[in-house]
């Protein structure tokens, strides 16, 4: 009954927020605007979804492809960077050689 309880709660809290936000974006930006923008917000706000993912599991400076160390300048110039600077270059060789290893 607690949890139950507990959990609607959040979600009734979130809803009117999410709403009333939006309206004030939509007020204040025309449609053209956002719909120009949405795109690559949209793409952006994925990438700093599963940058936020990575870093909650302890993996969030590591190269999502061939498993280095994603050098720290990169980090600081692409926060949500899932690769290190050579895998996002382009990797010579796809298919890799190493198996993608997730530790635990
Ligand atoms: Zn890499």
Redesign the pocket.
Known sequence: MRASNASSDLRHESDPLSADFAEQVTQRESDDVLEAISESAQQELRLVQGALRRLEEGRYTT??????P?EEERLQAVPYTD??R???EG?PRPGGERPRRRPG
């Open positions: 190269c999502a492809v061939c498993g280095e994603i690769r290190c050579t895998c996002a990797s």
